[in-house]
T-cell receptor, first 113, second 114 residues
Framework: DAKTTQPNSMESNEEEPVHLPCNHS???????IHWYRQLPSQGPEYVIH???SNVNNRMASLAIAEDRKSSTLILHRATLRDAAVYYCILRQHRGSTLGRLYFGRGTQLTVWP | EAGVTQFPSHSVIEKGQTVTLRCDPI?????LYWYRRVMGKEIKFLLHFVKESKQDESGMPNNRFLAERTGGTYSTLKVQPAELEDSGVYFCASSQAPLGRRYTFGSGTRLTVV
């Protein structure tokens, strides 16, 4: 079973903010939260990652709940090029599975013009 | 810099045949990963190389799958003999370090076993 759960699909209008939620209730204290997105016929592409604090980069923001059992990827102004499948992922930070990514099933984001 | 390259992009084979997938990571990336997504499931880890050594192969589904990374450069994933349930998309990713900030994925190989 996936370690993260996400809605199957979400929709947004162009230039509006988008909040993509993710639950990861079994996260361990050393797991990092990553978000990747996948465009058609391409591999997953890095978006953002964090551990405990909220993070911002040029692509998006990541808001992490205080108990770390959920997070939200925020696209501040959706564009048509943001239409993709967004994956919420846990990355293990220790042990024999160091660096392994655990993917959720992803949220298909549709952006309407 | 060139990205992660995978080929073929598509492969259709008959059950019982052998298929070899290839991945060329970004130059200088010691860490190479194989993942796959089968129909209706999430993308799942298969194995992790550090240079030419298998760091973690616990995700390999069975002994019909063999991965190699000779010389620590490109990697191959061979499926022999292929079964219907092996159909899916196989992704390769590379990173400079196992805890790198980001992993660069290839576009994947879509394998169909008929």
């Amino acid at each position: 079973d996936a370690k993260t759960t996400q809605p199957n699909s979400m929709e947004s209008n162009e230039e509006e903010p988008v909040h993509l939620p993710c639950n990861h209730s079994t996260i361990s204290g050393t797991d990092y939260i990553h978000w990747y997105r996948q465009l058609p016929s391409q591999g997953p592409e890095y978006v953002i990652h964090g551990l405990t604090s909220n993070v911002n980069n040029r692509m998006a923001s990541l808001a992490i709940a205080e108990d770390r059992k959920s997070s939200t990827l925020i696209l501040h102004r959706a564009t048509l090029r943001d239409a993709a499948v967004y994956y919420c992922i846990l990355r293990q930070h220790r042990g024999s599975t160091l660096g392994r990514l655990y993917f959720g099933r992803g949220t298909q984001l549709t952006v309407w013009p | 810099e060139a990205g992660v390259t995978q080929f073929p992009s598509h492969s259709v084979i008959e059950k019982g045949q052998t298929v070899t997938l290839r991945c060329d990571p970004i130059s200088g990336h010691d860490n190479l990963y194989w993942y796959r997504r089968v129909m209706g499931k999430e993308i799942k880890f298969l194995l992790h190389f550090v240079k030419e050594s298998k760091q973690d192969e616990s995700g390999m589904p069975n002994n019909r799958f063999l991965a190699e990374r000779t010389g620590g450069t490109y990697s191959t994933l061979k499926v022999q003999p292929a079964e219907l349930e092996d159909s899916g998309v196989y992704f390769c990713a590379s990173s400079q370090a196992p805890l790198g900030r980001r992993y660069t994925f290839g576009s994947g190989t879509r394998l169909t076993v008929v």
